[in-house]
């Protein structure tokens, strides 16, 4: 083995993708000793999307003062490049569902405001290109606390202004944009998301996403409604029809609710992160890639994170190994071109026990070491 890429995302609640790379390069560098090890931290949008690029490129860390989706104060950091230009952030450092205790989750009462406030602070600071993860929100708001903290007005049908939350949006009557920032006419957000549901509907926002939030039935209900009546008054006012647009449910409604006021686009979140990486650069002339993350499944190759990974590998014939915590759906996986899959538990163990981090990082490092082994074998 002359070249291995370690590009794994993290296993979200016990440890982080760097952590996970250090354990399995530990494992390969007892047996290959001189085997030249690439680490790609890696993110689809959501959580660790800004670790991911910013590891990688030559930016600068810096921090602010947002609200979080009960609009508490809280300091979020984000990256801005060397030159100044380019912020890369995530939404879920000051919109993320860990943010709230699980008895205060409902989107019905969250606000995207404190991501706004990320983008208020670095086009304060000069920045006029922001890559954007989207991914791992606590809100149902189609983005308009986001819209509301860069300064539109959302406004009644008796012209009184509407506190940005999920549950306005069904009162929505009017949208004032006169003090919108000004900078932003000058602009450009790249959007990164790992979903591609519409904006409203059975697949929509409200109805996918928003139980995992924290909603009741009824109240995924009431915001879908909320979520057709703003997609009306969006076109009504604002000329777009974001209904069938792709990505448009990502973040509850974000993905869709910002895109008639922001220069922006819609990315897949990995591939977005792969570019920025060069990932597929590197990886051509490696002799393996182990990635993996938390759980596998059937939905792992479709659009996730080593689901970019995997096409990459796929295209450019190297064989690619993905570890997880939990692994459903193998022979899914191998069809879909994985070349194995394992997951790293010794035996059944508890969830509480396998979400322990020094327990998991053990279990990695001992898997790698035996595939490594059995490697070894076969190549000597």
Known sequence: ????????????????????????????????????????????????????????????????????????????????????????????????????????????????????????????????HFIMGIGGSATNDAGIGMMHALGVRFLDKEKKELEPKGSNLIHIALIDTATLHPALKESVFTIACDVNNPFYGPQGAAFVFAPQKGANPDEVKALDEGLQHYAMVLKEQKGMDITLIAGA??????????????????????????????????????????????????????????????????????????????????????????TAVLSVQPAPVSLDQAMQQEFALKNIERTVTQLIRIIKCFKS
Request: aromatic share 6%; charged share 20%.
């Open 1 to 128: 083995m002359r070249k291995i890429i370690l590009a794994f995302d993290s296993f979200k609640g016990s440890v982080g993708s760097l952590d996970i790379a250090r354990y399995a390069a530990q494992a390969i560098l007892k047996e290959y000793p001189h085997c030249e090890l690439i680490h790609f931290p890696i993110a689809d949008g959501g959580e660790g999307t800004t670790e991911a690029i910013c590891t990688q490129l030559d930016v600068n860390r810096v921090s602010c003062i947002a609200h979080d989706p009960l609009m508490n104060p809280i300091e979020v950091s984000y990256g801005i490049t060397k030159d100044g230009k380019t912020a890369v952030f995530e939404m879920a450092s000051a919109s993320g569902l860990p943010l709230i205790p699980i008895a205060l989750r409902n989107p019905t009462h969250t606000s995207s405001f404190g991501t706004g406030e990320i983008i208020l602070d670095a086009l304060n600071r000069g920045c006029r």
């Open 249 to 338: 449910g990502a973040a509850g409604g974000m993905g869709g609710g910002i895109l008639p006021f922001l220069n922006a686009t819609l990315k897949s979140g990995i591939d977005t992160i792969l570019d920025i990486l060069h990932f597929r650069e590197y990886a051509q002339s490696a002799d393996l890639i182990f990635t993996g993350e938390g759980k596998l499944d059937a939905q792992t190759g479709m659009g996730k994170a080593l689901g970019g990974i995997l096409k990459i590998a796929v295209e450019e014939n190297i064989p690619v190994i993905a570890l997880g915590g939990c692994v459903e759906a193998v022979e899914q996986l191998n069809e879909m071109g994985f």
